[in-house]
């Protein structure tokens, strides 16, 4: 028996497309003191009916559902905000990418319960692939899993591969990807299955820290490239120190609504692809009871690990935002935020990896 919070929202809603990051956090954020949170608009709906866990913070109130999904003597994999799954379009399924024993979870959501595994091929023409950096749930009972950062692959529900994607084959014309250059996150946006919208950066110590969308559009052949940072302030947010420690904003990218929506973790900015003109749309809002941003003041650069968490403390105090999220019921957009107190000395466990700096196909 696996125990799930608000599953039917979480798992429709919170999916994340998270940075793998060169900092070990686990025990870093257990040193938080106390987080505030809030909820523009002031709203959250329950989804199950169970056991209810509600908090009070100020003129804020929340409330969270616990549900139990029978798994059937299986372990469910429920890491990564439940990043490689997807919903059906009736709401009655969930479809999970269990990265342990490489097998797709089917669940129904309505008796909570595993109704079969899967199983994936590795290797060959139907695999999936080793290193899983992206996972879309399609609308047509399809999957579209990135191995590596360059490779794609569509798939059934039953496991066959069905078309294969790469993103540095040498027929692409335009802005083609760099060798500098990752595809973090990948996106199927079209009912064709002709369009891909990437998620592209550079990171590392010594790079441009930059980031933008790729359009890879399948039947032409071609690549054209999006700004999502007009005012660089993604590369003012990535930290970096000289004992080589780097830590970049995590950026969400996702479909909501049926539109890709990017956003990250420390301005309120949205940003949207508007298909019908091509271009990149900005939502311009003001937030009312928080900061719009963390500070740009800030340096990014600095001598020591220390020090950076230093910096990065102030920034998590000022404030933090979430994933923008969907509601279909009040066709509304939610986003959660919240500030950070920290002990005044927190002890830190950092493990630091060597820098990448090759492709990895």
């Given amino acids: 028996m696996v125990s799930l919070n608000n599953v039917k929202r979480l798992f429709h809603?919170?999916?994340?497309?998270?940075?793998?990051l060169v900092i070990n956090l686990n025990r870093y954020l257990f040193s938080m003191k106390k987080s505030f949170f809030w909820l523009f608009p002031l709203l959250i709906s329950a989804c199950q009916q169970k056991d209810h866990d509600t908090q009070q913070l100020d003129a804020l109130t929340y409330t969270m559902d616990t549900v139990t999904v029978d798994a059937k003597g299986e372990i469910l994999d429920v890491k990564r905000s439940l990043g490689n799954s997807g919903i059906t379009n009736?709401?009655?399924f969930l479809y999970n990418f269990n990265l342990f024993d490489h097998h797709l979870e089917k669940i129904d959501l309505n008796k909570l319960e595993l109704v079969h595994k899967t199983p994936f091929q590795k290797e060959g023409p139907n695999g999936a692939g080793n290193n899983m950096s992206s996972f879309q749930?399609?609308?047509?009972?399809?999957?579209?899993?990135?191995s590596g950062f360059y490779k794609l692959k569509v798939f059934d529900l039953h496991g066959k591969a069905i078309q294969h994607i790469s993103l540095i084959d040498q027929n692409w014309k335009g802005k083609v990807i760099q060798d500098a250059e990752l595809c973090r996150k990948n996106l199927l946006i079209d009912q064709n299955l002709t369009k891909v919208l990437t998620l592209v950066t550079e990171e590392g110590l010594n790079t441009n820290h930059k980031a933008e969308l790729a359009l890879f559009d399948l039947d032409k052949h071609t690549v054209s490239r999006f700004d999502i940072d007009p005012e660089e302030k993604i590369k003012h947010y990535s930290l970096s120190s000289e004992d080589y420690t780097y830590l970049p904003p995590l950026i969400y990218f996702s479909i909501q609504n049926d539109l890709p929506v990017i956003t990250h973790q420390f301005t309120n900015e949205i940003y949207w692809y508007d298909s019908a003109a091509n271009q990149i749309?900005?939502?311009?809002?003001?937030?009312?009871?928080?900061?719009?941003?963390?500070?740009?003041?800030?340096h990014n650069r600095f001598g020591t690990t220390e020090e950076l968490f230093e910096v990065f403390e102030k920034m998590n105090e000022q404030i933090r935002f979430g994933h923008l999220v969907y509601d279909p019921n009040s066709d509304r957009y939610f986003r959660f935020s919240f500030q950070t107190e920290f002990k005044e000395k927190s002890g830190r466990e950092v493990t630091l990896l060597k820098p990448k700096t090759?492709?990895?196909t």
Avoid: G, M, W
Avoid at 13 to 20: H, L, Q, R, V
Avoid at 137 to 146: A, E, P
């Fill in 358 to 360: 090759r492709r990895c």
């Fill in 90 to 92: 009736d709401q009655q």
């Fill in 13 to 20: 809603s919170f999916k994340t497309a998270y940075f793998n």
């Fill in 137 to 146: 749930y399609l609308k047509q009972d399809l999957l579209l899993i990135s």
């Fill in 281 to 298: 749309q900005e939502v311009d809002y003001e937030s009312h009871l928080t900061p719009n941003e963390v500070s740009t003041a800030l």
